[in-house]
C-alpha cells in the first residue's frame, strides 16, 4: 500500500523527465491529492508561511510550520506588523 511517506520517497527517487521544478511540485501536490481521495484521509497540511506540504510526526502535535526558518519568519512578522 503506498502511503504519504513512500509517495514522496518514490516522487524524489523518479527523474524530473524535463520539468522544473515548479512542475515537479505540482505533480507532487496532485499525486497527494489523489491518494487523499483514494485513502479517503484529508490533504496533508500546508505551512501556514510559505505553502509548502508538511510531513507531518506519527504522534505528538501536528505541525503548523515546515522549518524553523517560516515558524521565526511568521513571529517577525506578526511583532512587526502593529508598527
Known amino acids: ?22 512542475q515537479h511540485e505540482q505533480l507532487r501536490l496532485v499525486c497527494f491529492d489523489l491518494l487523499s481521495v483514494m485513502l479517503d484521509d484529508p490533504a496533508p497540511p500546508n505551512c501556514i508561511e510559505c505553502d509548502a506540504v508538511i510531513a507531518q510526526p506519527a504522534t505528538g502535535r501536528p505541525r503548523q510550520y515546515c522549518s524553523d526558518s517560516c515558524r521565526q519568519r511568521a513571529a517577525y512578522y506578526a511583532k512587526t506588523a502593529g508598527q
Open 1 to 22: 500500500m503506498v502511503d504519504t511517506l513512500n509517495l514522496n520517497m518514490i516522487i524524489d527517487q523518479e527523474p524530473n523527465h524535463g520539468l522544473s521544478a515548479e
